[in-house]
T-cell receptor
Framework: KNQVEQSPQSLIILEGKNCTLQ??????????LRWYKQDTGRGPVSLTI?????NTKSNGRYTATLDADTKQSSLHITASQLSDSASYIC????????????FGAGTRLAVHP | ETGVTQTPRHLVMGMTNKKSLKCEQH?????MYWYKQSAKKPLELMFV???????ENNSVPSRFSPECPNSSHLFLHLHTLQPEDSALYLC????????????????FGQGTRLTVV
């Protein structure tokens, strides 16, 4: 069964600190892995997309890693800001004619001053 | 703004009402999607339209009826819903994944928060 699992479910950090979110997946046939940021009550916004041949990709203070052998990914947030408070969703894309996406349940991050 | 617009943003409806959700994209995409997001659950794919044809229906009850009149517009018609249908309904669009293209971005609308009373 195609599945994406994220940990932790929720996380509280202080402003300025770094944090790392984890994602494990069992999805086939794998095409790509994405991280989305979703603010409360709004739609997800893409942060990074990686194929199996890429093992790291950055977008500002966000750095995603991918280990296709162990089927694990992480999202590292550097020097957190209050605006980073959101849900971070790991999504695996399947090969196919349209975007077949398998979503994780997300990690709820709260950044406190 | 992501280029995908959903209306209304919030909707409260009774179980006997009929209402419609609207999605519009100005990105030139040829695939559109409806997702349901319930509290603390992963997004669930409901319907997919590719080149204006429905290509996937993930066992969604018939009280949800999608319509895609053209490549820029997508509707979700609702009738006789249940309280458990209360959720955030998200529309997304993307290009089709054609030969040689493996990373095709999906853009989401802001969602419609639906409450069934």
């Amino acid at each position: 069964k195609n599945q994406v699992e994220q940990s932790p479910q929720s996380l509280i950090i202080l402003e300025g600190k770094n944090c790392t979110l984890q994602c494990n997946y069992t999805v086939s046939p794998f095409s790509n892995l994405r991280w989305y940021k979703q603010d409360t009550g709004r739609g997800p916004v893409s942060l990074t997309i990686m194929t199996f041949s890429e093992n790291t990709k950055s977008n500002g203070r966000y750095t995603a890693t991918l280990d296709a052998d162990t089927k694990q990914s992480s999202l590292h947030i550097t020097a957190s800001q209050l605006s980073d408070s959101a849900s971070y969703i790991c999504v695996v894309g399947l090969s196919g004619g349209y975007n077949k996406l398998i979503f994780g349940a997300g990690t709820r991050l709260a950044v406190h001053p | 703004e992501t280029g995908v617009t959903q209306t209304p943003r919030h909707l409260v409806m009774g179980m006997t009402n009929k209402k419609s959700l609207k999605c519009e994209q100005h990105l030139g995409h040829n695939a559109m999607y409806w997702y349901k997001q319930s509290a603390k659950k992963p997004l669930e794919l409901m319907f997919v339209y590719s080149l204006e044809e429905r290509v996937e229906n993930n066992s969604v009850p018939s009280r949800f009826s999608p319509e895609c009149p053209n490549s820029s517009h997508l509707f979700l018609h609702l009738h006789t819903l249940q309280p458990e249908d209360s959720a955030l309904y998200l529309c997304a669009s993307s290009h089709l994944i054609l030969r040689g293209r493996v990373n095709t971005e999906a853009f989401f609308g802001q969602g419609t928060r639906l409450t069934v009373v």
